[in-house]
């Protein structure tokens, strides 16, 4: 995530800063370091604001229009990143995981296992059958899932719950309706798609888990 914006050898003293902060995350094992990192994320902000908030006044060659954009911005979207997961909790669930949770010491750090036992099958499935539309792509994958599942309910109580699947599909045709657009504060990636984009790119494949 920080590294597909800083590379793995940020030129600036900024960067290999809020790269070295996504490096330390693997080490973090209980609260106090947590605690710690937001503290040095904090002085971070403190130390680079000015810097990070720094603006350049280009020409768009499009309209011909002067507008002002970041200096700086893959430093300012790392950092965005990381504050975004950071005040959201999001980042040391495994530490403190959510009330609910039904096996908390099962929570992984990272997504590796999920990325290579999960998402890649269901990528290789979804190749594997290009030809079917998006909600027949939809239940296929469902299926899927379900077999992988220990102890699955009742399969037909399941599609009674939910509509025979006609509740998740009106909830597919509503959310695409709305614009998709990557967040560019962040970097974060566009939130909804409607199937799996099983076509090669060179510069997208099964995420590993890398900081």
Same mark, same amino acid.
């Given at each position: 995530m920080v590294r597909r914006h800083t590379t793995s050898r940020p030129r600036t003293d900024a960067g290999r800063a809020i790269y070295q902060l996504a490096l330390n995350l693997t080490s973090i094992t209980t609260l106090d370091h947590a605690a710690q990192w937001g503290a040095q994320l904090h002085d971070f902000a403190t130390i680079y604001r000015a810097w990070m908030n720094e603006k350049t006044l280009t020409k768009d060659p499009a309209t011909g229009t002067w507008i002002t954009t970041w200096t700086h911005p893959n430093v300012h979207k790392a950092y965005n990143s990381l504050n975004h997961l950071w005040r959201s909790e999001m980042l040391f669930v495994y530490l403190n995981p959510p009330d609910g949770v039904l096996e908390p010491d099962q929570i992984k750090r990272a997504t590796n296992s999920l990325e290579g036992g999960i998402n890649a099958q269901l990528k290789l499935l979804a190749r594997t059958h290009r030809g079917r539309s998006g909600e027949h792509q939809r239940r296929m994958l469902d299926w899927w899932l379900y077999l992988q599942t220990e102890l699955p309910d009742d399969p037909v109580e399941i599609a009674r719950q939910s !509509?025979?699947?006609?509740?998740? *599909?009106?909830?597919?045709?509503t959310l695409t309706q709305h614009e998709n657009q990557t967040d560019?504060?962040?970097?974060?990636?566009? *939130?909804?798609? !409607?199937?799996?984009d099983t076509d090669y790119t060179h510069s997208i494949g099964i995420q590993k888990g890398h900081i």
């Open positions: !509509n025979w699947g006609q509740d998740q *599909l009106a909830k597919v045709s560019h504060e962040t970097g974060r990636p566009a *939130l909804y798609g !409607n199937a799996i």
